[in-house]
């Protein structure tokens, strides 16, 4: 029986996806992706982030760079690869990555729109507000 490679993942960019063109016109995109978790230690809620690197390649970083920003919520999903490198003083370094397969942006319906939105009253009024993850929108190619 062979193995499963598979991570899913649900969290807020950390920062704008880095695009790169490599040689042969191929496009990869990366950031770094916060998940939370949040716990009760001694009767204090206690927070933990856990920092990820994504890694998007070809059309899917194309799309990535068009519609994702820093503090997006996205459901990401794929698989871990870990890769080795050579540092500036030639010491050998490893990183562990997500290689996304696919990801789906998530938020209310208003994180779309372009007019400005009252920091008045932010409470959703009902769950319509809210996006499907699986509605597409005509303006998305995914």
């Known amino acids: 029986m062979s193995g499963i490679n598979k991570v899913i993942l649900v969290g807020h960019l950390g920062k704008d996806p880095e695009v790169r063109h490599l040689e042969g016109g191929v496009t990869v995109a990366s950031f770094p992706l916060a998940t939370s978790e949040t716990y009760n230690k001694d ?76 920091t008045e009253n932010t409470t959703p009024k009902s769950e319509t507000e809210y996006l499907d993850p699986t509605e597409v929108s005509g303006d998305l190619p995914f």
């Open 43 to 118: 009767g204090k809620r206690v927070e933990q982030t856990e920092w990820h690197n994504i890694v998007l390649w070809r059309g899917l970083a194309e799309v990535a760079s068009k519609y994702l920003q820093k503090g997006k919520l996205v459901y990401i999903e794929g698989k871990l690869r870990t890769r080795s490198f050579e540092d500036r003083e030639k010491i050998k370094k490893y990183v562990t990555e997500v290689v996304a397969e696919n990801f789906t942006i998530l938020g209310r319906k208003s994180d779309f729109e372009h007019t400005p939105v009252s």
